[in-house]
C-alpha cells in the first residue's frame, strides 16, 4: 500500500501558514497565554499543595489505564445500580448509533462543552438525523453560529475577537448586537433560557468518572452545563473510558488539578451527577423524575483508547486531563493555536489524532511541525512525556507502521 | 503491514546525504574540516573535538530551505528515492551553484566558530584531537526526524571513526550532538561507553581560567531547549559569563522554561519557524540586552534570522573568544 501524504503536507502547511500570518490569533494568543501563566501562578502560591496532589493523580492514572476493563465493567455496574443506564461504544460508529437511538428525531438537544463530542462530530451528526442541537458553551455556540472548530481545547473560541462576535449575533438573532461583551453574553443567556426548558435531552461530557460510585464529575464556570443537565428530562453523558478512575476520592484529587492547570482559578461549578433526579418524599415511595431529568444514560466510549492503552510508548497520552496548559506553552500554539491540530490540538493532541481521531495521515503533519522543544513537559501536570511520543510517531510514519501493533503481535502470537 | 507513506522530499533529502555523505547538505569532508588547517590538530588523543560539521552547514540550511520552497512539495515528480541533487535537477537548481551562491562572509563566519572554540580549550589546557575530513556527522537529525532505522545502521560508522581516535571523552560543540551521542548511541551500540561532555561543560570546569571579556553592554542569554531540558545546563552559562566580568540580563522565559528558537521545523515549515523565531528574539530583547547569547548552532542560525530587532546574536563560543588573543 502507498499513502501519498504530500498533498496533505501541502494542503497543510498553506493552512498553517495562513494562521501564522493572522494578526487576530496572535493578539488574542498572547493575551490568554499571559492569562493563563499568571493565574496559575498565582494559584499554585495559594494552593501549593497542587504539586504533590498532581504526583498522586499521575500514579492513580497510570493505575486506571492498567486496571481499565475493570473500572469500566464497576463503572456501568455503579451507573445501572444508581438506574441510570450505561452503554459501551466500542468506536465512533457506535457511539453515534446509541446517540441516535437513544434520542431519536426531532427533539431539542442542549449540549455542554465536550472534547469527544469533537471527536465524534456528535451535534452534526444529531441535527443531520433531524435533530435541533445548541451549543451551549457560549465559545462553542459562536464556532456553531460560525461553522467553525475550536481553535483551544477550554475557550474553543479563542481567535474571535467581540466585534466578530458582534457581527455573528447580530446576523444571528435578526438584531444590532453591539461589540460590547457583556451585552454579547446578555443576549446569549436570554436566548438559550428558553432552550435550556424546551430541550427534550441534554447532552454532556464528563471531567471524570469514579467507578465506585458511578459520580460523573463536571468542571465549569458558566453554569451552561448545571442547566443542561438539570433542565431537561433525559440526560446522557457522553464520556471517554481514559476518565474513569477507582473511587470518589481519586475522582475529586483529579478534578481539583484539572481545574488548577486548566486556569480555572477556583471553578464557578463543579458537578457531580450519579443518577436520574429522584424523590421519596411521599410515603418514601421512590419516583424518578423530581425536578432533574428522569432519566440518566452514559455512554462510555473507546474509539481507540485501548489501543492507546496497549502500547508502552502511548499509553501515558491517556492520563492526559485536557487542562490545555501545554497548548499555552507550545510556541507553535502560541502563533497558529488549532491550526496546529486536527480536532485534539498542539503535541499532545497530535497523539491523540494519531488513534482516535484521524489516523497516521492526518497525525503525520502534525508530528513534524511539533518542535519536540520539550516545554509542554514542564508545564503538564501529567508530566507526558509528548516529544517522545512525537519522536516515536515520526519514526512509525517513516517505516509506514501502524499503531496498536503489540495487540497484533499479541493475537498472532495466541 | 507497512504502509509506505510519501513524505514531502525535503525529508528524503536530509536522510540520504546524512547516509550517503556522512553530512546532512553533502558537504564534502575537506570542506566541514578546512577551518582546522592552521591548527594542526593530531588525529588522536582522549579528549576528541567534536564538531559533527554542524556549524560550518548553517549559512546553506536557508538556501535548501529557499530551494525547497520552490520546489512544489506536492508534485508527483519527486520520489522519495531521489537524492538531493536529483531533486534540485529537477527544479531546476544546480546544486553546486546552489552552495557556490552562499555568501563568503556567512561561509567564513560560521567555519571560524569551530576554530574559536578550539582555540579557547587549548588555551584552557584542554589538549584536544580532532578527525579532521574523517569526521562525520552524529545523525542527529535521522533521530529526530524518525529515520532510526537509518540511523541503527549509521552510527556504527560514526562510532567507527570517533573510536579511532582512541577518545576516551568527546566535547560536542552542539548540545543536538551531544544528546544523540549520551541518549541514544548507547542503546544502539553497546560498546559506545565514551564520556560525553558538551564545549559548555568544559569551559565551565576551567572558567576561574577565562580571559575577560571587555564588553561594556548586558547580554542576555538564550537557553537551547536540548541544552536546558535534556542536558541540564543552565546555571553553568551564567556561571561562565560571571567569570569574564559581563553583565547579564534574564528573559522572563529562560533556564528549563525557554522558549524554542523555532528552528527544529524550520525545514517543513519555514513561515512558522521564523515567526517562533522573531518571537523569541523580542523576548529576548525585551530585557534590553544588546547581545544575545546561544551555545547551539541552530539555535544561532534561527536567531539570526528572526532578528528583525537587529540586535547582536552571538555563540557563547564567538562571545568568549572576544576575550582570547591566540
Ligand atoms: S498533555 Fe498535560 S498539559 Fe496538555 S492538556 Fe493534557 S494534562 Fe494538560
Known sequence: MNTDLQKEFADYTKNLNAAGKDERIKTALTRAVHAYRSTVDETLQRFPHTPELAAEVRELKAEAVIKRDDLLRQAMESVERNKGKAFYAADKQAALALAREIIGKGKVVVKGKSMLGEELHLREDLEEYGNEVWETDLGEFILQLKHDRPMHILSPAIHVPREQVAEIFSKFFGKEVPPDIAQEVAVVKEFMRDKFFQADVGISGANVVAADTGAMVMIENEGNVRLATAAPPVHIVFVGVEKIVPTFQDAMKVAEVTWRYAQYGVPGYVSIITGPSKTGDIEKVTTYGAHGPKEFVVIFVDNGRSTMATEPEFSAALHCLRCGGCMYECPVFQVTAGHFGHTYLGGIGTVWTAFVAGGMEKAAPLAYTCLRCGRCVERCPMQINIPAMVGELRKRIVNGEGLGKEEVSQEEAS | ?326
Not at chain 2, 556527522?137 to 552510527?155: K, N
Not at chain 2, 560525553?196 to 564588553?215: A, G, H, N, S
Open chain 2, 1 to 326: 503491514m507497512a504502509v509506505e507513506m510519501k513524505l514531502p522530499p525535503v525529508l528524503d533529502i536530509i536522510r540520504s546525504n546524512i547516509v550517503k555523505y556522512g553530512n546532512p547538505l553533502a558537504l564534502k569532508g575537506g570542506e566541514v574540516a578546512a577551518w582546522a588547517k592552521s591548527l594542526n590538530l593530531p588525529a588522536q588523543g582522549e579528549l576528541l573535538f567534536y564538531t559533527g560539521g554542524e556549524y560550518q552547514l548553517l549559512p546553506y540550511i536557508d538556501t535548501l530551505v529557499k530551494t525547497m520552497t520552490k520546489v512544489d512539495q506536492a508534485s508527483k515528480g519527486f520520489s522519495l528515492l531521489m537524492g538531493v541533487r536529483n531533486v534540485l535537477d529537477k527544479a531546476g537548481i544546480n546544486a553546486e551553484k546552489m552552495y557556490a551562491s552562499v555568501l563568503a562572509k556567512d561561509k567564513e563566519r560560521y567555519n571560524t566558530v569551530c576554530y574559536k572554540a578550539a582555540v579557547i580549550l587549548r588555551q584552557l589546557g584542554y589538549e584536544l584531537s580532532y578527525s579532521g575530513e574523517h569526521e562525520l556527522y552524529s545523525g542527529a537529525l535521522l533521530y529526530e526526524l524518525g529515520y532510526w532505522d537509518d540511523l541503527r545502521a549509521y552510527a556504527p560508522k560514526v562510532a567507527n571513526v570517533i573510536a579511532q581516535s582512541g577518545a576516551k571523552t568527546i566535547v560536542c560543540l552542539s548540545p543536538h550532538a551531544a544528546e544523540v551521542f549520551k541518549y541514544v548511541y548507547p542503546k544502539l551500540l553497546p560498546d559506545f561507553a565514551f564520556e560525553i561532555k558538551t564545549f559548555v561543560e568544559l569551559v565551565w570546569e576551567k572558567r576561574d581560567l577565562l580571559p575577560q571579556v571587555d564588553y561594556a553592554a548586558p547580554v542576555v542569554i538564550h537557553d537551547s531547549c536540548r541544552l536546558a531540558r535534556e542536558l541540564g545546563i543552565d546555571e553553568q552559562l551564567r556561571d561562565i559569563l560571571t567569570s569574564v566580568g559581563v553583565q547579564q540580563r534574564e528573559a522572563l522565559r529562560n533556564r528549563k522554561w525557554t522558549t524554542c528558537c523555532g528552528g527544529p521545523n524550520k525545514l517543513l515549515f519555514p513561515e512558522i519557524s521564523h515567526e517562533v523565531a522573531e518571537r523569541r528574539v523580542n523576548e529576548l530583547t525585551h530585557t534590553e540586552a544588546e547581545t544575545i547569547l546561544t551555545s547551539c548552532p541552530y539555535c544561532l542560525s534561527a536567531l539570526e534570522n528572526g532578528n528583525a530587532a537587529n540586535a547582536g546574536v552571538e555563540d557563547l563560543i564567538e562571545f568568549l573568544y572576544r576575550g582570547v588573543k591566540p
